[in-house]
């Protein structure tokens, strides 16, 4: 019988990375390393997450998904190589991310890469923060290109300010990139294939310049793609529960809740779910199974099982993420 799981994060070292992953949600991240992102829930070959608590810890989701995917996928679609469907992460902008492009299905195998479709839920924001994501009204492939050989391409992206709360969908096909002074919970496919197109003519960690991609992108990219708008979704209460839909898409669905101390919600029963708390303090109740969850930690809810409560200890804040 499986129960909601909790995991260890895997961290990872990135040139626009940072420490607000420990400042805002207390995570043991390595010493001196600029870290960028926190793999929550990950089955990819080499970042596989082991579960944290009771009876199957020390286990990874490579080898829950090889025993109980039945159990766990529920009707679900797993990934390619029956890997898990979805990879979720927390992502650090300290610096402004490269300027790229994630394949769409019709494209990825012919450029050997895999489509990714993701969204961004913005945790914490600077003040002056924005995300590059689309084209500006009226921009050309031609354009584009020309923009690109003298480095002006991001010229040709339509920048957005935001703020905390804010939430922006990205297919795959979107140019898109990340701006300095955010922390967001991305939630996408399981992929980990990226074009980048521009990078700010820096080096990486290594003291090199890193790899672009311009021909990959060229053919990935939606040029009839203008100036996408945020999420425009409003909360509507739901019992105790504040919900605002946020993404419903064929791969998966997104919902963010508020809940008051002391209220409490059902999630879907025989679903696969994933649960991340975004601020407060939440206790997840599953038969004789509890987990508290503070902001910034995950919990995989198999779709077995048959009922399962959210509780709020606190104010509290989370997203409720659903496989297709």
């Known amino acids: 019988m499986l129960y909601p799981l909790t995991f260890q994060p895997i961290f990872k070292d990135r040139v626009w990375g940072g420490r607000e992953l420990e400042r805002l949600y207390a995570k043991k991240i390595p010493a001196n390393a600029p870290i960028g992102e926190a793999w929550e829930i990950a089955d990819r070959p080499h970042d596989e997450n082991v579960v944290t608590n009771g009876a199957l810890a020390g286990k990874n989701l490579r080898w829950l998904m090889e ?36 394949p769409p299905a019709a494209k990825a195998a012919e450029l050997k890469g895999e489509p990714k479709t993701e969204m961004w839920f913005i945790a914490d924001a600077a003040p002056d923060a924005s995300l590059y994501v689309g084209l500006k009204d009226g921009v050309t ?12 391409v991001a010229d040709c992206f339509h920048r957005i300010p935001v703020r905390a709360g804010d939430t922006m969908f990205l297919p795959s096909g979107r140019v898109h990139a990340i701006g300095s002074g955010l922390v967001i919970f991305e939630i996408q496919q399981n992929s980990d294939t990226t074009y980048r197109v521009f990078d700010w003519n820096r080096v990486g960690l290594d003291g090199q310049p890193r790899e672009l991609h311009i021909a990959q992108s ?9 100036a996408p708008k945020l999420v425009e979704t409003k909360f509507v209460i739901d019992g105790q529960v504040q919900k605002r839909a946020l993404v419903n898409d064929p791969l998966f669905n997104v919902e963010a809740w508020k ?10 029963s025989k679903k696969l779910q994933i649960i991340a708390a975004t601020n407060g303090q939440i206790e997840i109740k ?22 399962t ?16």
């Open 259 to 268: 809940l008051n101390s002391g209220a409490g919600g059902l999630l879907k």
């Open 141 to 152: 492939r031609a354009e584009f290109e020309q923009k690109i050989s003298d480095g002006s």
């Open 309 to 324: 409560e959210i509780v709020a200890k606190s104010d509290a804040g989370l997203l409720r993420v659903e496989a297709n």
């Open 67 to 102: 025993h109980h995917a039945a159990e766990i996928l529920g009707d679900a679609k797993p990934a390619a190589a029956g890997r898990f469907p979805l990879l979720c992460k927390i992502l650090d902008a300290r610096d402004k991310l490269s300027l790229q492009v994630h």
């Open 286 to 307: 599953s038969g004789a199974t509890s987990v508290n969850l503070s902001a910034g930690q995950f919990a995989l809810i198999p779709a077995s099982l048959e009922r």
């Open 218 to 226: 060229l053919a990935s990219i939606d040029f009839n793609d203008f």
